[in-house]
């Protein structure tokens, strides 16, 4: 600008000065998404350049204020406002966007029999770091990890719960059903000739049976021939030559009585008959 300045006496000074413009006014807006999805907790960082500093700003409808964030926002669209000293205005629209849901996937539900296993393959969406947690523990491998093998007692639901880096969960239920038969297969003939075939008398199961408690034969007159306790199927100690105080006895029908323990603590008995033959 050009500037003239005259006295009473007409005398005349003339000078130039210059008036600056502020830069333009600029909001610098951070949109932050939420930290797990479903939640509400977005925020937007705020700066400004240009104008007139100090900056107060507004979100829809709220008052101007000196901040530098908004926070705990849904996710959305929003219209942020930021005014300098002299009342200058400028607009602009953030969105808040929403973290990818953490999933989890469990394999179908089996049914199994008593003193089976299971192994569990667990996927997670996205993949990432996750920590693993089992409940309850009865049956499990381990408790912390992504595919225990389970070997429960009973019908089991187990709960799992999974956690990655930034706190978000994802849980699941997962249910064994384990089906009881109590089976033992106790033969009814056996041939003690040294053959190498079938030449002992004994039980044979799966992984079930704890222990056998008492294994007994007896002749037909129900005297006491054979007696075996606290051993296991399939053991030398648990299986009858067919000899009683080191002779050997006559062919013919022979009784048996065995009383097997569980792994689930239950106490079955199996009487019957096996027939000796040389």
Sequence with gaps: YAI???????????????????????????AIPTKCFGESNGSVQLAASG????YVYAMEGSGFAPRNSFTDMAVGTYTIQVMDVNGCVVSETVDISESQELQLFLPPEPTIHLGESVDVRVEVSPFGN????????EGLSCEDCPNPRVTPLNNTTYQIEVINDRGCTAEGIWQVLVEKNYQIYIPNVFSPNDDGRNDTFKMFSGEAVESILSFQVFNRWGAQVY??????????DCAWDGDFNGKALQEGIYLYAVQALFIDGRVKVYNGEVLLVR
């Design 4 to 30: 003239t300045v005259t006295d009473r006496n007409g005398c005349i000074a003339t000078g130039e000065f210059l008036l600056p413009q502020p830069l333009p006014l600029l909001p610098h807006l951070e």
């Design 51 to 54: 104008g007139t500093a100090p």
């Design 130 to 137: 996750v920590n693993y947690h089992w409940s309850p523990a």
């Design 227 to 236: 007696k075996a306790t606290d051993c296991l199927p399939y053991d030398s």
